[in-house]
């Protein structure tokens, strides 16, 4: 009798969730919807120059991270070119006014209905904000000479036809979360930074002056920050939670007990402070460039403040930018992830569920213990959050290699999104008694 030969576990996991014919459904509607995000990135906006827009976008950071949420749509200036930027915008401010004003925060506790209101404001909040982002778009890139400057019906047509797109974008995603696998918003922004890796890896390859050890101990850092930010995003700190509870049974009242607990994640602000950091260490940059003399003329204070704060310029100009870009990630974890575990409010539950944490008193004593573990904890994820924020600025400066530029935000991304389609898979097989992706 011969031995049975087993398949590797990734890829008999893969067979049995394509043998499903839900879960099938699931990820073929999924794989469907991001070819449409593909297509409609190719549909460019009348007028521009894409050969000098190209080039402008090698030189400047800024637009490069909105490219990136974008899926590469912004660098060819199509109808979908702010992404779902303006939405990801929108949710971060709803999530910082909510513990602010009551009103909203008394209608983010009315349970499902509550979240629905609150993503309805997120919804209309972010066509304003969409509309304001194409117009200074459009603007910023007419000044440069690389969209042709149109009358204003055309400009509000322009407008109109991004605002557009970026709402079609998040309802695709929307259509991902209900009918697909994963988060779609997420999905959408994965899919856009895994279509320009290929590109940017050749580039990577082809460039002559790259040497070869330099470009493996590229790839071989990469891959380590890889594992690194995988063990972060996993990484959690475990409280014990014990529950009593009365129940009624026979006529008598009996006391029951149990035991679970509650995970506090070491990276809880996920990758927001990233966002805050490089909005704030790109502004003054941004803002010198509309008072910035044009090259071959003299350099003016404008000039040197746009040097200063260049991301791609060498030591030691190089230090200020992403010195101060490690400081304020470092301070932004610190300061989103206490204002999401305020928002929780997790000894008021406790409270409430008849819980507690062993050895301590509930009420003001478990809020106290809570807030010095997650201060405690977010110093690793601060701290990894701001390593991996300067990562890309250590690869370039150690192994001397220019063509490729992986983006901070970008691997924490993919990384996470990753992470949380495998979980979303691995549930559904579970529950159908597969075995999954983890063992």
């Not at 901070?408 to 529950?431: C, F, H, N, P, Y």
Request: overall charge positive.
């Amino acid at each position: 009798m011969r031995p049975r030969q087993t398949k590797p576990r990734l890829l008999r996991a893969m067979i049995d969730a394509f043998s499903l014919p839900d879960l099938r459904r699931r990820i073929l509607i999924t794989l469907g919807i991001l070819v449409v995000f593909r297509f409609v990135a190719h549909v460019p906006v009348p007028g521009v120059d894409l050969a000098a827009l190209d080039q402008f976008f090698q030189g400047n950071a800024l637009l490069g991270m909105l490219d990136m949420f974008s899926g590469g749509a912004m660098r060819r200036f199509s109808v979908a070119a702010m992404g779902v930027y303006p939405y990801i915008t929108a949710s971060i401010i709803m999530q910082l006014l909510v513990p602010v004003i009551p009103r909203l925060q008394a209608i983010s506790q009315e349970g499902e209905t509550g979240r629905h209101k609150i993503n309805m404001i997120t919804h209309w909040l972010t066509v304003p904000m969409a509309g304001l982002a194409g117009y200074g778009q459009l603007v910023f890139l007419q000044r440069q000479g690389i969209v042709a400057t149109v009358d204003v019906l055309p400009t509000i047509a322009i407008v109109l036809s991004m605002v557009a797109g970026t709402m079609f974008l998040i309802w695709l995603g929307e259509r991902i979360t209900e009918y697909g696998i994963g988060n779609g918003i997420s999905i959408i922004i994965f899919g856009g930074i895994v279509a320009g890796l290929p590109q940017m890896i050749g580039q990577g390859f082809l460039a002559r002056e790259q040497q070869f050890w330099g470009l493996a101990f590229y790839i071989l850092i990469a891959l380590a920050t890889t594992v690194v930010i995988v063990i972060f995003t996993e990484a959690h700190r475990r409280i014990p939670v014990q529950y009593s509870r009365s129940v009624f049974r026979g006529g008598r009242m009996y006391k029951q007990s149990g035991s679970t607990h509650i995970p506090l994640r070491v990276n809880t602000a996920g990758m927001i402070p990233l966002i805050f950091a490089m909005s704030l260490v790109l502004f003054p940059s941004m803002i010198a460039s509309y008072f910035a003399n044009p090259p071959g003329a003299d350099p003016n204070f404008a000039n040197i403040i746009m040097n200063l704060f260049d991301a791609n310029a060498a030591l030691p100009l190089g230090l200020v930018y992403w010195g101060l870009f490690f400081l304020l990630t470092l301070g932004f974890a610190f300061f989103y992830t206490m204002v999401i575990f305020g928002q929780q409010d997790l000894p008021g539950v406790l409270q409430r569920q008849g819980g507690f944490v062993p050895g301590i008193r509930p009420g003001k004593n478990t809020k106290e213990y809570l807030d010095k573990v997650i201060k405690h904890i977010t110093w690793a994820g601060a701290l990894f959050l701001a390593s991996v924020a300067v990562m890309p600025f250590l690869m370039r400066e150690v192994t001397n290699v220019q063509a490729i530029q992986l983006s901070s935000m970008g691997m924490l991304i993919v990384v996470g999104v990753v992470l949380d389609t495998m979980k979303q898979i691995e549930a559904q097989l579970v529950m159908r008694r597969y075995e999954g992706f983890i063992k």
